[in-house]
């Protein structure tokens, strides 16, 4: 479970190691290096948000790439007609939660059982992608931007310093302030995961039932966990938004939504770094066989699914410690039984 | 109180009083309604038909937590522990509800000696046998500080020595609380003492001290099989 230290240490190293390379990488690579790490980056944020809700809650939900969605919308329509990033922003993060509050009360209040969970989370997602893709004519329009339909909203501009509408972020920008809240989320989650409040939420995960005999209410617990949840999923459709200056229906689509689960299932479910490993992995591995042609990406990535669920069910980080834990345990044995032996001479 | 499984009748009109700070047990075969009672009062089952007053007021289908949160604590047929979390945070969990921090962990240490578990405590509750599983459940329970203790066959897969372990925590706990156990081992009801009450399909058969129920024919032929309430 915890490697004694290990719990305060490795987060705190992963967290400089981050604000380290956020500083210092850009002096050391091209440009489109780092447009390609952002694009790792903010899927890393959405990975870390349904590491939240299903690795550590167990709540799996099939629409968290809704929730990405929706922030990036939100923040995308809200920046266009308002010409400034900064209140955008909080509405990118706010809109997510809202919904997750108000989708999240009827699942947890009316206590839907995990599989319709699963289910009705998808639809949510297959519901959203297509109303968007559908609102393709010049008359679908939030202000003065078209919600574009299939063809999504292109021309996304930059976020900009708070106040000061020129001073935007540039490549360099971006990947540092991607990689800034990465680190943050990281941190925050980490300490939430540790507070009461966070032992609840995992307790639940293991059984739910004796949870609520022990007298805390699961229902608020998944509820609020959800709408967190929803909320880093929005940042990271915020920053998706300003990475590719540009948003479109497809952040809505069931194989989305489907590749999150994957990256959760191959970085090992209740981790953090795990959870961040397995989507950098899965990413870079699409983008390898998609540039290569090997195979088609979907077909691979369903067989790692596969073969994840059937071999190696709890994800990489689980098993990576297990095999250090043993190696450390082979260790003690061997000088115990060197103690032994000393003990039988003398 | 009444509780249909479809065209099954799992309790079939019990009345059930238990008088503040008392110790009962309720015994009957498999199949009487004994679990299905307990799940009722801790607010896992709702009642078909009936009412549970606990201290007056009605708590009839309120969320299990609500009711747990009034004092009620349950240790379940099957153990319903954290197998996936270690020995001292399946207490530690049950402690903080209504403790500080600190004031959680001086309990979970206490209650951790009191269960002998205290060289378990960082073992996953998983990796325990059976017998331990029970006493971790116990621990949970008794760091909760419960008002009403349920015990649903809290000796099930303990050694003889450890039965007799079990039974002097609950005369401990019985200090200030009211118990209820289910129990086959009729060994155990006599060591912990308290009156009995027999289920049998889904009904009340009789309630009464140990020493009568031992000699009640009506009992024993209701174990033996000789006997269906409707029969009379």
Same mark, same amino acid.
């Given at each position: ?67 990405? +969605? ?9 920046? &266009? ?15 997510? &939660? ?55 909203? #292109? +021309?996304? #501009?930059?976020?900009?310093? #708070? ?21 943050? $989320? ?78 959760? &299932? ?9 959870? &961040? ?24 990535? +369903? ?8 071999? $190696? ?34 | ?17 238990l008088a503040e700070g008392e ?19 801790? %607010? ?10 606990f201290r ?14 009034? %004092? ?75 008002v009403l ?8 897969? !303990? ?17 200030g609380r009211s ?25 009340? !058969? ?16 209701? @174990?033996? %099989?000789?006997?269906? @309430?409707?029969?009379?």
């Amino acid at each position: 479970m915890t490697l004694g230290n290990m719990n305060k240490v490795g987060p705190a190293a992963v967290a400089l190691c981050g604000l380290a390379l956020a500083f210092a990488l850009p002096n050391f690579v091209e440009v489109f290096v780092l447009v390609d790490l952002t694009a790792y980056i903010v899927m890393a944020i959405l990975a870390l948000s349904l590491a939240l809700v299903w690795g550590y809650a167990g709540i799996l939900c099939f629409g968290q790439s809704a929730f990405f +969605g929706i922030g990036g919308y939100a923040y995308v329509l809200a920046a &266009m007609n308002l010409g400034e990033s900064t209140v955008p922003l909080l509405i990118g993060v706010a809109l997510p &939660m809202i919904f997750a509050a108000v989708l999240g009360y009827f699942l947890f209040y009316g206590r839907v059982g995990d599989i319709y969970l699963g289910v009705i989370t998808l639809c949510v997602s297959l519901i959203f992608y297509n109303l968007v893709n559908s609102m393709s004519g010049t008359e679908y329009k939030i202000g003065s931007v078209p919600i574009g339909g299939h063809n999504g909203i #292109p +021309g996304v #501009p930059p976020i900009n310093l #708070p106040g000061h509408p020129a001073l935007q972020l540039g490549y360099q920008g971006t990947f540092q302030l991607s990689l800034i809240v990465l680190v943050f $989320v990281y941190v925050g989650l980490h300490l939430l995961l540790a507070s009461k409040f966070g032992r609840v939420v995992i307790s639940i995960r293991h059984n739910e039932l004796r949870t609520e005999l022990l007298g805390y209410d699961a229902r608020l617990y998944k509820l609020i966990v959800f709408v967190i949840g929803a909320g880093i999923a929005g940042i990271a459709g915020i920053l998706f938004a300003n990475w590719g200056s540009f948003i479109g229906p497809t952040v809505f689509s069931i194989l989305f939504s489907a590749q999150i689960i994957i990256w959760i &299932m191959v970085g090992g479910l209740g981790t953090l770094l795990g959870a &961040m490993g397995g989507a950098f992995v899965i990413q870079w591995l699409n983008t390898l066989l998609g540039t290569t042609k090997i195979a088609d990406p979907n077909i691979v990535l +369903g067989a790692i699914f596969i073969v994840f669920v059937l071999l $190696v069910p709890r994800g990489v980080q689980p098993k990576l410690l297990d095999f250090i834990r043993l190696l450390a345990r082979r260790t003690v044995d061997r000088d115990g039984e060197a103690s032994v032996t000393n003990h039988g001479k003398m | 109180m009444r509780r249909r499984f479809g065209g099954v009748a799992a309790i079939d009109g019990v009345d059930f009083t238990l008088a503040e700070g008392e110790l009962r047990c309720i015994i009957g075969p498999n199949g009487a309604g004994k679990s299905t009672f307990f799940k009722m009062l801790s %607010g896992q089952l709702r009642p078909s038909a009936g009412r549970i007053l606990f201290r007056g007021e009605d708590v009839t289908g309120a969320e299990r937590f609500r009711i747990a949160r009034r %004092g009620i604590a349950i240790k379940t047929q099957v153990p319903n522990v954290y197998d996936g979390l270690p020995v001292g945070e399946n207490i530690r969990l049950s402690a903080a509800r209504k403790q500080a921090p600190a004031a959680a962990r001086q309990i979970v240490e206490e209650v951790l000696v009191r269960t002998g578990m205290t060289s378990h405590a960082r073992r996953l509750v998983g990796e325990l046998a059976h017998g331990q599983r029970q006493w971790v459940e116990l621990g949970m329970l008794i760091a909760s500080d419960p008002v009403l203790m349920l015990l649903d066959e809290p000796t099930a897969g !303990l050694s003889k020595n450890e039965v007799a372990r079990m039974a002097e925590l609950v005369r401990d706990m019985r200090a200030g609380r009211s118990v209820i156990v289910v129990e086959h081992d009729m060994a155990f009801v006599q060591m912990i003492g308290g009156s009995v009450t027999v289920f049998h399909q889904g009904r009340i !058969l009789v309630e009464d001290s140990m020493e009568n129920i031992r000699r009640n024919v009506q009992v024993r032929d209701v @174990y033996l %099989g000789k006997r269906s @309430y409707a029969g009379a």
